[in-house]
């Protein structure tokens, strides 16, 4: 029997409610003020939508999370996962945690997250509080990882294996993952392959889809299939006996008690049963336009303008209140009053706790110049000058104390006086203060971070079996899903046969298929799926099945995987294992060496480019102890390639940024990864040795993180040359690779001939094995340009 409440509860909240829709369509209003008259650089808010963001608080549970975008400022403070004064502070770009929790002032407004790591990096009770994962600007780039996070409730609901030792991060799997978005982002890729993929997973994912009719000028019907995303939907609706698809909602945004009853109904149902739902949020206004960068005037009539003002929904409940007499207009002009004023305060101290900071920098540098002027440094009058320019500003930010103690600085030229010291010192302090601001946090700073795991070295003993490489693969991850629980492995074909090469092969009949599965080609959710499972303490590893697909994925790597630690300033982790295969393949779409791309794409991921399948496995080993994500690209043509087993395969570990040198020599160092490394050799068999050529061959192992020791230049000390092979496209890994040993390990000055690069060709390898012949290093290739540094 449901709960019955009084007229007395009943009015309490629905003015309680319209109180905090008051004081959020305020925060908009002063937010955009504040921009306009240049306090804040940008401005995106989420007025019109303060309605249906409370009604959905009500259903929003602790434990629950949230993927949404950057028009969620209300569902935020209605959850209690974020106040007025933390929007300010965002707005303003506070860069602390403190003020700014969700990222420290590192994304512009709008952008929300909760934090889920402690000051250590340990999980914080993720049941205990409501959670926000973090927001990305790319519009629909959200659905993907609501998709993942969605998935873990449904693992952790059916997975006997995590029954014990997950309390922190489920209650039975009743979990669910809230995805909001605009109506215009549904035209995005991303939406319709996360539908598909909630609806074959059968997931808890409620989707919230605001619809105010635009995407920034376009209008709807130049966007969405019939002008509707739930009527273009429509084939998704649930069917019973199917049992299959997604619940369809329509909702007008500004009708309170309709959005009420259909949040606690719908998503009721999301929870209980795991059937994805999509509720269309209609009606939805946008009294501001889509941002500080422009007004919607230019592009909508004065017809919708006017109905605009009659349906905002804040305006809508005021007259629903009115109307059923739950409040007169006394009380809600009272209500009006202390909202406006609360949200006015908010800014007020926001803005000043951002101050606060930058006025004690600027005392201290101008108490500190004064010194020098007072020691009659020649310089004293400009240097004077430049402070009052300083102490005058009306609105400083960091950037102009940190220039004009550098003026200072450069002003007082080679003095070495007491003040100068000082002031020199000050300058230090404030550039590393910066760079825990600005620059800290690419990769995890916590005792779990890849740097940390302890190197455990491959033993191996007369009775060591000599296996497939494949084969190897096969018994580790077997191992691997016997001993850890929160593993789990999914991608194209990855279930039934085992993978395209045969590494899980078996492991889906022994570990049930929910341990080891079989997805759709859908390499965008495929990521989304494992990142949202890294994010609620699972350790997935996602398979891309050959490394050209994984530009399918790549933009959910860059932008929200890569970016993750950074932008929440360690405030959330998600260590995605991406598994893939590539290199030395045949044909323009299986060649599989993009590197360059990846490399720059992808910074904040580790990319491991393990030359056989051991070291593939001892790579696995340390990312599972790790807190960090990766990309581990496996060598397409080594699986069938003879391998000693270790004993320990389970315990060894690979030190990620350690180059290994696999052929030690005194003439050339040669540099290079992955299946390259054998072409090389071929080299050297065939033509380097037999003239007495002495070859030392460096294994990068891992191009992000790369050689953290600089050991590549200390063999370069040794041989004066060195060459760097790839089979990327010229300038990619390969020119990648030089610049770190020539420029950032100074090797340029142990050179006796000028170094060289040897790549790819630029055109992508034509098809069968002429086509890789041609268009990649061959053994040839490498001889002759050896051949001709010696010469030099």
Known sequence: ????????????????????????????????????????????????????????????????????????????????????????????????????????????????????????????????????????????????????????????????NLKEGFEKFTNNGNEVSFCTIGDASTSEGHFWETLNAAAVLKVPLAICVWDDGYGISVPRKYQTAKNSISEATAGFQYDEKLESGVEIYRVKGWDYASLVKTFEEGVARVRENHIPAL????????????????????????????????????????????????????????????????????????????????????????QLIQQIVMEGHASGTQMAALSQELQSLKEPIRKDVFRTVQKVLKLAGVDNTPALRNLRNHYDALAAEAQDTFSSHLTSQSKY???????????????????????VLNQYFDQTLSTNPAVFAFGEDVGKIGDVNQAFAGLQEKHGKLRVSDTGIREATIVGQGLGMALRGLRPIAEIQYLDYLLYGLQTLSDDVATLQYRTKGGQKCPLIIRTRGHRLEGIWHSGSPMGMIINALRGINICVPRNMVQAAGMYNTLLKADEPAVLIECLNGYRLKEKKPDNLMEFTIPLGVPEIVQEGTDITIVSYGSTLRVIQEAIDLYLAPQGISCEVVDVRTLLPFDTNHSIVKSLEKTNRIIFIDEDVPGGASAYMYQQVMELQGGYKWLDVAPRTLSAKAHRPAYATDGDYFSKPNAEDIAAVIEQMMAE
Request: with cysteine.
């Open 1 to 160: 029997m449901e709960a019955q409440i009084s007229f007395d509860e009943m009015k309490g909240e629905v003015l309680k409610d319209y109180e905090l829709a008051v004081m959020s369509r305020e925060a908009s209003l002063i937010g955009r003020k504040e921009v306009l008259t240049g306090k804040a650089k940008f401005g995106i808010f989420g007025d019109g939508k303060e309605l249906a963001q409370i009604a959905l608080s009500k259903v929003f549970q602790a434990g629950d999370y949230r993927s949404g975008y950057y028009r969620d400022q209300t569902l935020m403070f209605a959850t209690g996962m974020s106040t007025v004064e933390q929007f300010f502070a965002q707005l303003y770009a506070n860069p602390t945690t403190e003020q700014e929790p969700s990222s420290a002032g590192r994304m512009m407004n709008g952008h929300y997250a909760t934090r889920w790591l402690d000051a250590d990096g340990e999980w914080k009770d993720l049941m205990a509080q409501p959670n926000s994962t973090s927001d990305i600007s790319p519009t629909a780039g959200q659905m993907v990882r609501a998709l993942g996070v969605a998935y873990a409730s449904k693992l952790y609901r059916n997975s006997d």
């Open 279 to 366: 509720f269309h949020i209609q009606e939805v206004t946008q009294p501001q336009g889509h941002s500080t960068s422009g007004s919607h005037e230019r592009y909508k009539s004065k017809e919708r303008l006017e109905w605009e003002k009659e349906m905002d929904c804040v305006h809508k409940l005021r007259q629903f209140i009115l109307d059923n007499a739950i409040g007169n207009e006394e009380e809600l002009t009272a209500i009006e009053e202390k909202a406006k004023d609360a949200a006015r305060t908010a800014k007020q101290s926001a803005w000043n706790n951002f101050m606060a900071p930058i006025k004690l920098q600027i005392e201290q540098s101008a």
């Open 449 to 471: 971070a890849v740097k940390h795991v302890v190197e455990v070295k491959a033993e191996y003993s007369d009775n060591s079996p000599v296996l497939n490489g494949f084969e």
